[in-house]
């Protein structure tokens, strides 16, 4: 589960947590394209904190070069994550990793292909989410490039 700075309390135990000793050898991630190259490295430490089943936290810190008009700009962003399941770092990174993939794949085309957000339907919503479900998988299952326009109609 990642951890946002809305959520204080919990935010600023995990900071605590991560300025402790990692517990494995930290792991380094290197994706490269759309002009860009991301460094990840990854770190788990034990972690408990009153109110909260969780065991471990996890700081994913990203830096970014992209090529812009022929000059790379860098950027760095951490993130901190918890989890309640044992795993190394590399399993973390991918677990993550999986996680966006969906999220930026289905939920992507979801809440702005198919307007989900702006959903007004108040009484049993889920029978319409099953609809655009069977919508979503006939256009996914067509394959074609321009399945799903990025831009709403006016």
């Known amino acids: 589960m990642q951890v946002k700075s809305n959520q204080e309390v919990l935010f600023d135990e995990v900071i605590l947590a991560c300025k402790r000793k990692p517990i494995f050898k930290p792991v380094t991630t290197v994706d490269k394209g759309h002009g860009r190259i991301e460094f990840r490295t990854i770190r788990v ?3 408990s904190a ?3 089943n969780v065991s471990y936290a996890i700081k994913i810190t990203k830096q970014c070069e992209t090529k812009i008009n022929g000059k790379f700009r ?5 993130r901190f994550y918890v989890a309640t399941h044992r795993m190394n770092a590399e399993e973390y ?3 993550i990793r999986q996680h966006w993939l969906t999220e930026n794949s289905n939920h992507y085309v979801r809440d702005v292909a198919l ?3 702006d959903n007004r339907i108040r009484i049993k919503p889920e029978n319409m989410m099953i609809i655009r479900s069977f919508g979503y998988n006939i256009i996914r299952a ?3 490039k321009s399945s799903f326009c990025t831009s709403r109609a006016s």
């Open 115 to 117: 307007l989900e957000d």
């Open 142 to 144: 067509n394959k074609t």
């Open 93 to 95: 990174a991918t677990s």
């Open 74 to 78: 860098k950027s760095k962003s951490v």
């Open 50 to 52: 009153a109110n909260w």
């Open 45 to 47: 430490f034990n972690f």
